[in-house]
């Protein structure tokens, strides 16, 4: 078992930034893919950003592609969201996840992942 917890959600405004935080726990951090997740307020949870096991890799979704940036310190198992430029349509739930290592593309899988943070909120306001 992983367990995550995300945090560092919060009330922003257009344009600023945020880092989120998902620290886990549990089995050895390094064996698994990471990803973060958002669920919007009516709207189907989607895919964000991945990194692979050792973070040579990552995967973003279009519409936070350039603004956001993923990463992971394998040291001190955690992984974490730079969220820059924010936007209101960036207002969600934001849920990090783990998976067991695969092919780049699975980043993208949501049904790839295992485990799941409760999630933060992170609400941008205009």
């Known amino acids: 078992q992983v367990q995550l917890v995300e945090s560092g959600g919060r009330l922003v405004q257009v344009g600023d930034s945020l880092r989120l935080s998902c620290a886990a726990s549990g089995r050895t951090f390094s064996n698994y893919d990471m990803g973060w997740f958002r669920q919007a307020p009516g709207k189907d949870r989607e895919f964000v950003a991945g990194?692979?096991?050792?973070?040579?890799?990552?995967a973003y979704a279009d519409s936070v592609k350039g603004r956001f940036t993923i990463s992971r310190d394998n040291a001190q198992s955690a992984a974490y969201l730079q969220m820059n430029s924010l936007k209101p349509e960036d207002t969600a739930v934001y849920y990090c996840?783990?998976?067991?290592?695969?092919?780049?593309?699975?980043?993208?899988?949501?049904?790839?992942?295992?485990?799941w943070g409760q999630g933060t909120q992170v609400t941008v306001s205009s």
């Open positions: 990194i692979n096991r050792s973070g040579g890799a990552t």
């Open positions: 996840a783990a998976k067991t290592v695969g092919v780049l593309a699975t980043l993208r899988m949501m049904g790839r992942y295992n485990y």
